[in-house]
């Protein structure tokens, strides 16, 4: 799908210089929140709702086939609940629906579940309740009600049957709202998407996905399978921030489930299948990596600014800049804690960006923009 900005209509929004800096800083940068399901929080959240189903060129496994079917075999009664819910929620961020936040305990055991709902069909046993109103809810209940309509999560950890209720719930909820988007002639944009993006062969998306593909693999050893979306947009005639034109090819890799514990996003110059940046996100990445306070973050900054450097040396040929900065907001889900540092590298004009994840030195993120 090829598509333009148009320029015309930014150019005209009446912002500060370093506020262009900044929201083009944290979109390079991809900030991240705590929301488990979305990578950003506020407005955003709201337009970048995601879809938990596709099919890549590589056919369907047979379980991701169970999974399709469970969703399409809703009777008329439980899918019109969804379709209730789906009407009434206008939340702006997505935890405003549910009565608390998960804790990080039912994050990492929800992030392992959805594995085997998606790729061994290990369904609830029971179908999430829905009630009219929370009066009719037993102790330590997981249930949506109407009247409120808020999820409402029990007060203890929820066992595996609620996390998988839980994960259901939101599969069904997706899957409607897909549905009904499209009766209504509204064709899902992205993130929202059914399918990956058709490809034809030798076409500029085409390169450009094997070129993505490639870079996903020499970066982080990850091989695609049939539980992946993976999204590809091509701007023409694009400018970077230094007036230089180029087609710029963007992908959006993201694996099927409640929060995309994993996903990726790869920019590549599609005029030479150059790599512009490459990031790995999702709560997976979060969740299981080791926090350190700010003051012990430090100890470690030079460690991992050597590291960065040699990265951006091998990938990208630059050596010795001119200056280097360094922040600690990477991967902070605890307030004073981080688990990642954030390197700014400025060569004459030219600015790179590495985040280092401080436990094992990996880098999340490079950037040549």
């Not at 496994?61 to 899918?79: F, I, P, Q």
């Not at 994050?107 to 579940?113: D, E, L, P, S």
């Not at 950890?157 to 499209?182: C, F, G, P, S, T």
């Not at 005639?237 to 992908?251: A, D, F, P, S, V």
Request: hydrophobic share 35%; aromatic share 10%; proline share 1%.
């Amino acid at each position: 799908m090829k598509n333009r900005i148009n320029k015309e209509l930014i150019s005209n929004i009446e912002i500060s210089e370093d506020m262009k800096n900044t929201i083009y800083k944290n979109c390079i940068k991809g900030k991240r929140t705590a929301d488990f399901r979305f990578r950003y929080s506020g407005v955003l959240s709201a337009l970048i709702a995601v879809a938990v189903f596709g099919v890549c060129s590589l056919g369907a496994s047979a379980a991701y086939v169970g999974v399709k079917a469970r969703l399409a075999n809703m009777d008329e009664t439980e899918y019109q609940n969804y379709a209730t819910e789906v009407s009434k929620d206008d939340f702006v961020s997505t935890d405003e629906g549910f009565s608390r936040e998960l804790t990080g305990s039912e994050i990492k055991r929800i992030i392992a579940m959805e594995r085997k709902y998606y790729d061994e069909n290990v369904f609830p046993e029971e179908n999430m309740a829905h009630y009219q109103t929370k009066a009719e809810m037993g102790e330590n209940e997981l249930a949506y009600i109407v009247a409120d309509n808020i999820v409402y999560l029990p007060e203890k950890d929820m066992d595996d049957e609620q996390l998988l209720e839980y994960i259901d719930h939101d599969a069904k909820k997706r899957y409607v709202n897909i549905r009904e988007l499209k009766e209504e002639g509204i064709e899902p944009g992205q993130n929202m998407a059914l399918e990956s993006t058709p490809l034809s062969e030798g076409s500029i998306e085409y390169k450009t996905r094997q070129a993505g593909d490639k870079f996903l693999k020499e970066y982080f050893g990850q091989e695609l399978n049939d539980s992946w979306i993976v999204l590809v947009d091509i701007f023409e005639e694009e400018e970077n921030r230094y007036g230089e034109k180029m087609t710029l090819g963007i992908l959006h890799y993201y694996q099927t489930g409640t929060g995309y514990a994993t996903s990726y996003d790869v920019y590549i110059n599609a005029d030479d299948m150059s790599l512009l940046s490459i990031q790995k996100g999702g709560y997976g990445s979060v969740i299981d990596s080791k926090k350190y306070t700010y003051a012990e973050a430090e100890s470690f900054v030079k460690e991992c600014e050597e590291i960065a450097r040699e990265k951006v040396k091998a990938e990208f040929g630059l050596e010795n800049p001119d200056e280097v900065t360094y922040d600690l907001e990477g991967l902070s889900v605890e307030a004073g804690k981080t688990a990642t540092i954030n390197y700014e590298m400025r060569f004459d004009d030219r600015i790179i960006y590495a985040e280092v994840r401080i436990e094992d030195k990996e880098i999340l993120l490079l950037s040549r923009f």
